[in-house]
């Protein structure tokens, strides 16, 4: 067998909605972009929702929205992909970087708090492989920290506290207690890449909670400028007779999302709940399997939290470098492709040059040294995840 890591499950409904954007003559943002905004604002239980170009372009416009500077700081874990760091250096603000939990992936939030300083604006949590961070921990934390915020525009004014801001790139259609990622912090940004859960090929959503004082649409506006060079009209309301006068608002960016892709994701949309049913349902079968063997897993399915089931995370106990990579080098043999999730960014060339030193953060170090990515997606059939889990299950019994 050949089992790729993770391939974008498209159908024929998706393909239909692409050629549909094809034939319509309208292939940017357009009425398509706009439909499949209000689909993800009504499944993340929401007002509004704004689609751009990558769950990074989300993060980034999010920042400034919220004016963040370079006198300011952000927190962000130290075990994640470089998408939800690097935007904080796209703004010119100051990187702070806090260790993981020595038995958890989610970041250490004590050390999340003695990190809050007065300059402290922004946290990025991780919703990694779609399992939710402990958002009670977390506002309590910026809750406790209150007195030391000092905001500067309308919306940290509004807020009143430092702002968390999720990577839920992994995370579109998981709950934490029943509540739907994207309602919880206070914006989400997720990501809807060719290899997420959810795909247009490209592109992501930003979605955000009412702010008491604060017009949603007001925000949704700020979006649409930022992503369209800070034009006041996008080319659809410019399609109006005698609508062609627009103004330059701000001399901004270009991360809009197009037709084309926003019609994948319409397609998606209505497929999602059985896609998601799915993952649970491998996830079952992987659990059942490896547990009783020692192989650690995250647990997906629990009372406080379901996940959206994006990554099969596991770790060898007491395995070394070496070994996890004759793991993965054995299992490639087999024809499976595994992955790691993630080499921390302090051992990245680009925050190893920013400052950053792996050994400020040992737990997010230990995680890392064993851990593998199983196969997850919705294209795998039934003996295809019995034979990942035969062959899984055989190779790793010798460094158990």
Same mark, same amino acid.
């Given at each position: 067998?050949?089992?790729?890591?993770?391939?974008p499950?498209?159908?024929?409904?998706?393909?239909?909605?692409?050629?549909?954007?094809?034939?319509s003559?309208?292939?940017?943002t357009g009425?398509k972009?706009?439909?499949?905004?209000r689909q993800?604002?009504r499944?993340?239980?929401v007002?509004?929702a704004?689609?751009?170009g990558?769950?990074?372009?989300c993060?980034?416009?999010t920042?400034?929205?919220?004016?963040?500077?370079?006198?300011?700081e952000?927190?962000?874990?130290?075990?994640?992909?470089t *998408?939800?760091?690097?935007?904080?250096?796209?703004?010119d603000?100051?990187?702070?970087?806090?260790?993981?939990?020595?038995d958890?992936?989610?970041?250490?939030y004590?050390?999340l708090a003695?990190?809050?300083?007065?300059?402290?604006?922004?946290i990025?949590?991780?919703?990694l492989?779609g399992?939710?961070c402990d958002?009670?921990?977390?506002?309590?934390?910026?809750?406790?920290?209150?007195?030391l915020?000092h905001?500067?525009?309308?919306?940290?004014?509004?807020?009143?506290r430092?702002?968390?801001?999720?990577d839920a790139?992994?995370?579109?259609?998981?709950?934490?207690y029943?509540?739907p990622?994207?309602?919880?912090?206070?914006?989400?940004?997720?990501?809807f890449?060719a290899?997420?859960?959810?795909t247009?090929?490209?592109?992501?959503?930003?979605?955000w909670?009412?702010?008491?004082?604060?017009n949603?649409?007001d925000?949704y506006?700020?979006?649409q400028?930022r992503?369209?060079?800070?034009?006041?009209?996008?080319?659809l309301?410019?399609?109006?007779l005698g609508?062609w006068?627009?103004d330059?608002?701000?001399?901004?960016y270009?991360c809009n999302?197009?037709?084309?892709? *926003?019609?994948?994701?319409? *397609?998606?949309?209505?497929?999602y709940?059985e896609?998601?049913?799915?993952r649970?349902?491998?996830?079952?079968?992987?659990?059942?399997?490896?547990?009783?063997?020692?192989?650690?897993?995250?647990?997906?399915?629990?009372?406080?939290?379901q996940?959206?089931?994006?990554?099969y995370?596991?770790r060898?106990?007491?395995a070394?470098?070496?070994?996890?990579q004759?793991?993965?080098?054995?299992? *490639?043999?087999a024809g499976?492709a595994?992955?790691?999730?993630?080499?921390p960014?302090?051992?990245m060339?680009a925050?190893?040059?920013l400052?950053?030193?792996?050994?400020?953060?040992?737990?997010?170090?230990?995680h890392?040294?064993?851990?593998?990515?199983?196969?997850?997606h919705?294209?795998?059939?039934?003996?295809?995840?019995?034979y990942?889990?035969?062959?899984?299950s055989?190779i790793?019994?010798?460094?158990?």
């Open positions: 067998m050949k089992i790729s890591f993770s391939p499950d498209i159908s024929k409904l998706e393909i239909d909605q692409v050629a549909d954007a094809l034939r003559g309208w292939i940017t009425p972009t706009k439909e499949l905004e993800v604002a499944f993340c239980g007002n509004r704004a689609c751009l990558s769950q990074t372009a993060a980034e416009m920042l400034h929205l919220l004016g963040i500077k370079n006198t300011d952000v927190i962000v874990t130290a075990y994640t992909y *998408a939800s760091a690097s935007v904080v250096c796209h703004v603000a100051k990187l702070v970087m806090v260790d993981t939990q020595k958890s992936l989610e970041m250490d004590e050390k003695d990190a809050i300083t007065e300059n402290t604006k922004v990025i949590p991780v919703d492989g399992i939710p958002y009670h921990k977390i506002f309590e934390v910026v809750e406790s920290k209150k007195h915020f905001p500067e525009n309308e919306i940290q004014k509004a807020i009143g430092v702002i968390v801001m999720a790139a992994h995370a579109f259609g998981s709950t934490w029943g509540q990622v994207g309602s919880i912090a206070d914006f989400s940004n997720f990501s890449h290899v997420k859960n959810f247009t090929a490209e592109g992501g959503a930003v979605t909670k009412t702010i008491p004082g604060i949603d649409e925000i506006h700020q979006y400028l992503s369209l060079h800070g034009q006041s009209k996008d080319a309301a410019k399609t109006q609508a006068e627009y330059i608002i701000g001399t901004w270009k999302m197009t037709d084309v892709i *926003a019609g994948i994701g319409l *397609a998606q949309v209505e497929r709940p896609m998601l049913k799915r649970k349902d491998i996830i079952a079968q992987y659990d059942a399997a490896f547990k009783p063997i020692g192989i650690e897993v995250l647990s997906h399915y629990t009372d406080e939290h996940s959206s089931g994006h990554l995370i596991t060898i106990p007491g070394i470098l070496e070994q996890r004759e793991i993965i080098v054995k299992m *490639a043999e499976i595994c992955n790691v999730h993630y080499k960014l302090p051992m060339t925050y190893k040059n400052g950053f030193d792996i050994k400020d953060y040992p737990n997010a170090y230990d890392f040294v064993n851990e593998i990515t199983l196969p997850l919705t294209k795998l059939m039934d003996e295809e995840v019995n990942i889990i035969e062959n899984y055989k790793v019994k010798d460094y158990l």
